[in-house]
């Protein structure tokens, strides 16, 4: 029995022993490194981009009136829709017009009276006329006192101021005349444009002024774009450069058609085009106003709008572009990952410009006919070695 124990105790002890001697021959061999990572890359695309500018737009009417009484009375009658198309001299309200009414007749009648007095001094002159040309010969010839001849021609020169007088008089009634009809004219409240009608700020029976505004029309259709440029931006446009003289891009930009982009997002299909820049820089934004005009067929764009302006500011010949996706962010810096020789990459802090479509402009740190890894970034670094793969995904547009 103890010899039974003591074969089955070696027994399990050479069994434990090969297990060991298996264990150690295999954690001897040497293992395989991982092949190297696959990755999709693009080359460089180097061509002449367009380069665009966007701006925050904000809408005015081309022309705005402000619709005002010119005579104080009671409002009675709002004659136009609010809101609707009015065309110049459409009546939009109209004032009480009975006191004005009373002024003309009052003032008509001044008239007629003043008529009929330079009527009576045009008869008194006739009369002193008479009485000299009758009494000159008779004083002539000493049949009567020249005294008598003096009075009538005194009388005459006095009848010739009256009329004079009455004359003047009718003048100023006719004038007064004049503006009474105005006046009365004036009761009916007209639009000074055509446009679009305001909502109505006045109701019908208020005492209305020189000074009350009852609405406002504006001329919407061209309609005015305004949008701020910084003042670096302002210069380089003009032309402004120590480097010499250069062409002047703000006139260029102004003969080139604007794009405007409503708050929508859509893309209103009229183009615009700049009128001129606001005398003045803003001493506290920094910004130079920009007027430009949109055609507007409908009245669609309406004061007030926000949207967006997008102008063609410059051309950068032979230029780098890399898919967006190919460009990451590293705490405020930016990074590309090109393939070297060996398939060995090289991780470059780059400067970039402007975006063109989904490429981004790269103005250092590329050049012309590398390969970049647009695909699997992330699992890349430095100095590694990657198997490069023509990313086919990646066929960027740079239409703007």
């Not at 008779?138 to 020169?157: C, F, K, P, Y």
């Not at 997002?265 to 130079?288: C, E, H, K």
């Not at 962010?329 to 060996?342: C, K």
Request: hydrophobic fraction near 40%; aromatic fraction near 4%; proline fraction near 7%.
């Amino acid at each position: 029995m103890r010899l039974t124990r003591s074969a089955l105790f070696a027994a399990a002890l050479a069994i434990g022993s090969l297990c060991l001697c298996g264990c150690a021959g295999q954690s001897a061999t040497p293992q395989k490194p991982p092949p190297p990572p696959d990755v999709g890359v693009v080359a460089v695309i180097q061509k002449d981009v367009p380069i665009y500018s966007d701006w925050v737009a904000t809408m005015d009417g081309f022309v705005n009136a402000n619709i005002q009484p010119q005579v104080s009375g009671y409002l009675i009658r709002q004659v136009y829709r609010e809101g609707s198309f009015v065309h110049k001299d459409d009546v939009l309200f109209e004032i009480d017009p009975r006191p004005f009414q009373a002024v003309l007749d009052q003032a008509k009648g001044q008239l007629a009276q003043a008529r009929g007095q330079l009527a009576q001094a045009q008869a008194q002159l006739g009369l002193s006329q008479i009485n000299v040309k009758r009494d000159t010969p008779l004083a002539a010839a000493r049949a009567i006192a020249q005294s008598q001849l003096d009075n009538d021609i005194q009388g005459q020169a006095q009848a010739d101021a009256q009329v004079k007088t009455a004359a003047a008089g009718i003048q100023s009634s006719e004038a007064n005349v004049e503006t009474a009809e105005l006046n009365l004219g004036f009761t009916k409240v007209r639009s000074l444009i055509d446009g679009i009608s305001g909502i109505a700020s006045i109701q019908i029976g208020n005492l209305v002024s020189p000074t009350t505004v009852l609405t406002t029309v504006s001329q919407v259709d061209p309609i005015k774009v305004y949008f701020p440029i910084s003042e670096q931006e302002y210069l380089s446009l003009a032309g402004a450069s120590q480097a010499g003289p250069a062409p002047n891009l703000l006139k260029h930009t102004g003969q080139a058609p604007l794009q405007l982009t409503l708050s929508n997002g859509s893309v209103y299909p009229q183009n615009g085009r700049m009128l001129f820049a606001d005398r003045q820089v803003d001493s506290q934004t920094g910004t130079i106003r920009i007027v430009s005009t949109f055609p507007n067929p409908g009245n669609v764009l309406r004061p007030g709008q926000f949207g967006r302006v997008r102008a063609l500011v410059s051309s950068k010949k032979d230029a780098l572009l890399v898919p967006q996706r190919a460009v990451s962010e590293l705490q405020g810096r930016y990074q590309i990952a090109v393939v070297g020789p060996g398939n060995k990459i090289n991780v470059r802090f780059v400067k970039v410009g402007d975006r063109v479509g989904d490429l981004w402009l790269i103005n250092e740190g590329l050049h012309p006919g590398e390969t970049v890894v647009s695909e699997g970034v992330a699992k890349v670094r430095d100095g590694a070695v990657v198997n490069p793969k023509p990313d086919r995904t990646a066929q960027p547009t740079s239409s703007q």
